[in-house]
C-alpha cells in the first residue's frame, strides 16, 4: 500500500495568511494526487484533482502542486471559511490512501 | 444539483450486520464508479471500497474485505453497503462519495454525502 504523510499535522494562522501543507507518498504516484477540505458533520469538498487542477467553484486563492512523491497545497490568503481539516488521497492504485490530516486553527 | 444522502445507520452489537444505502440525484448514477469512504471518531478519512458504473467491477480495502460487499442499484438510483460480522473498529461516519470520471474511474471523488454513522458497542 502507498503511504500519505502530511505536514504539519496542525497549523495555526490569521485570516490574510498563506499557508502551505505538504504531502509525501512512499512511492512515485506521478500526478495522481488530489486535495479535500473536510469540516466536521459535513461532507468532505474536493478542492484540488490531479495535483494542480482546480476543482470546479473552488476559489483560486487554492493551488496545488508537485509530482512523484512530493506535493504541496497552498492557500494564498486564508478567509474564515477556510479553517477546517485538509487531506491529500493517492489516484495511483489500489487500495485508495489518505494522509492523516493537516488541522487548519485559528491563531 | 448532485445530491448524495446515507442512510441505515446506527448502534449495532460486535458480530451483527447492518445496510447502508446512498441515494443520488442530479447526476446519471448509472454513469459513474462510486465510493464508500469512512470516518472514525478522532481520526482521518479512510477508503472503504469502490463500485464500477456497472457494478461489473469492485475493490476494498484489506480492513473490510471478506466481510463488506458494495452493490448498486442504477434503476433506482441507489447504492448499497452490506456490512456483516461489524467489529469495534468499524465504527465510523460512513460517506457515499461518487467518482470524477464517466463510464471509468479515477478513483478521486467530486460530490460526497455528509454521511450516517454507524457505532458498533456491545
Known amino acids: 500500500d502507498i503511504q500519505m504523510t502530511q505536514s504539519p499535522s496542525s497549523v495555526s494562522a490569521s485570516v490574510g495568511d498563506r499557508v502551505t501543507i505538504t504531502c509525501r507518498a512512499s512511492q512515485g504516484i506521478a500526478g495522481w494526487l488530489n486535495w479535500y477540505q473536510h469540516k466536521p458533520g459535513k461532507a468532505p469538498n474536493l478542492l484540488i484533482y490531479?495535483?494542480?487542477s482546480l476543482q470546479s467553484g473552488v476559489p483560486s486563492r487554492f493551488s496545488g502542486s508537485g509530482s512523484g512523491t512530493d506535493f504541496t497545497l497552498t492557500i494564498s490568503s486564508l478567509q474564515p471559511e477556510d479553517f477546517a481539516t485538509y487531506y491529500c488521497q493517492q489516484a495511483n492504485s489500489f487500495p485508495i490512501t489518505f494522509g492523516q490530516g493537516t488541522r487548519l486553527e485559528i491563531k | 444539483q448532485v445530491q448524495l444522502v446515507e442512510s441505515g445507520g446506527g448502534v449495532v452489537q460486535p458480530g451483527t450486520s447492518l445496510r447502508l444505502s446512498c441515494a443520488a440525484s442530479g447526476f446519471t448514477f448509472s454513469n459513474y464508479a462510486m465510493h464508500w469512504v469512512r470516518q472514525a471518531p478522532g481520526k482521518g478519512l479512510e477508503w472503504v471500497t469502490i463500485?464500477?458504473?456497472?457494478?461489473?467491477?469492485?475493490f476494498y480495502a484489506d480492513s473490510v474485505k471478506g466481510r463488506f460487499t458494495i452493490s448498486r442499484d442504477n434503476s433506482k438510483n441507489t447504492l448499497y453497503l452490506q456490512m456483516n460480522s461489524l467489529r469495534g473498529e468499524d465504527t465510523a461516519v460512513y460517506h457515499c462519495?461518487?467518482?470524477?470520471?464517466?463510464?471509468?474511474?479515477?478513483?478521486?471523488?467530486?460530490?460526497w454525502g455528509q454521511g450516517s454513522l454507524v457505532t458498533v458497542s456491545s
Open positions: 462519495a461518487k467518482d470524477i470520471e464517466r463510464r471509468g474511474w479515477s478513483l478521486s471523488a467530486d460530490y
Open positions: 490531479a495535483a494542480s
Open positions: 463500485i464500477s458504473y456497472d457494478g461489473s467491477n469492485k
